[in-house]
């Protein structure tokens, strides 16, 4: 979740260094790890009815609260940075959750170079086969920000959590939509994050930022899996409460396209707004360059508040929110599945 403005603007650099949405040098802060938060509840919380997931009937059978199950799971685990004891069990975490759905699941471990040192990192990568060739890949980063006490609620255990219930939904014998002819791949992703850290501000670069996304997008070129995706679809920070995801410059207008008139269909164009901002530095800005068609799923509205600090928590995230984003994501793929190259 790169939101950081790369315009150099003094004042703001300490937020905007992380979030990279003034360039396609896109920035996210990195921390030094830390334990977990003493005062991080680690259990969901209760919350409003305006706040609660609506039945998963009415979402496509995507089920929001269950979702929120696996994101306070995750938070529980506390500070999440790559290379981390926590981001190991973490990755457990998520590796017996696919397993248990049914999905067939690949790990690429890999050893990235950073400005702090070697970091071992993992990506996660479910897939559920179609009957045809083509991809759609849908991604998520699992790691959290190397800032002290940071256990990530938002950034970045609602995108993971949203994922989990989609492989939930896709993998098992669940009434999900399934694809007509696409294979579905689901890729859980390490060292979004940058790893240097300075002040408490995570220092992004091109090049200390978004390693996972950098190293599945050259395996998937190199093994010529990459000429098969027909579309990329991103979630970073789509859990807050109050919920708003403005287009990103960057994305692929069709897709783009495609996924807010869905929104809009079902009701939700007032979460998914017409406005633009970005570009933003992302998972997705690696498929990008390749030229796969992707799209940037991510609410922006947080930095300057919680976003890459100690405050974001599970108070800040709801079950309806991630119930909004799992609802457009079925709805979307069988349109992605259907529309020609």
């Known amino acids: 979740m790169a939101l950081g403005f ?43 009815a305006a706040e609660a997931a609506p039945p998963a009937a009415q979402t496509g059978g995507f089920d929001g609260a269950q979702a929120f199950e696996y ?10 940075p790559a290379g981390s004891p926590a981001l190991s069990r973490t990755q457990d975490y998520i590796k017996g959750q696919l397993t248990s759905f049914g999905c067939a699941v690949d790990e690429d471990n890999f050893t990235a170079q ?37 256990v ?26 399934k694809l007509r002819t696409a294979n579905l791949w689901i890729a859980f992703l390490d060292g979004e994050e940058a790893q240097l850290v300075r002040d408490g501000v ?39 409460r109050d919920l708003h995801i403005q287009r990103e410059r960057e994305s692929t ?15 939700y164009g007032n979460i998914f707004l017409d406005e633009q901002q ?11 360059r390749r030229g796969v ?5 991510i609410d922006f509205e947080s930095q300057g508040t919680f976003w890459h600090t100690p405050q974001d928590t599970l108070d800040k995230v709801t079950p309806r929110s991630l119930a909004v984003v799992g609802h457009v994501l079925v709805e979307v793929l069988p349109q992605i599945d259907r529309r020609g190259r």
């Open 152 to 177: 990530g609620a938002n950034d970045s255990a609602s995108s993971t959590a949203v994922m989990l219930e989609m492989a939930r939904l896709y993998c098992g014998p669940h009434p999900a939509d």
């Open 253 to 267: 207008p069709w897709l783009t396209e495609l996924i807010w008139s869905t929104a809009k269909r079902l009701g």
């Open 293 to 297: 068609p992707a799209v940037d799923l």
């Open 202 to 240: 995570a220092q992004w670069t091109d090049e200390d930022s978004v390693y996972g996304s950098r190293e599945l997008a050259a395996r998937m070129a190199l093994s010529g899996d990459l000429k098969r995706v027909k579309a990329v679809v991103l979630a970073d920070m789509i859990g807050d």
């Open 6 to 48: 790369l315009a150099s603007l003094s004042g703001l650099a300490g937020l905007l260094a992380a979030c990279a949405l003034g360039s396609s040098n896109a920035e996210k802060p990195a921390p030094a790890e830390t334990p977990a938060a003493a005062a991080q509840p680690t259990s969901p919380m209760t919350t409003a």
């Open 71 to 80: 994101l306070a799971r995750q938070v529980a685990f506390g500070p999440r």
């Open 114 to 150: 950073t400005p702090i040192g070697p970091i071992r990192m993992k990506n996660i990568l479910a897939k559920v086969p179609g009957s045809g060739r083509e991809i759609i890949l849908l991604l998520t980063h699992y790691d959290t920000v190397r800032i002290n006490n940071f």
């Open 278 to 288: 970005g570009p933003v530095g992302d998972d997705h800005g690696p498929f990008i």
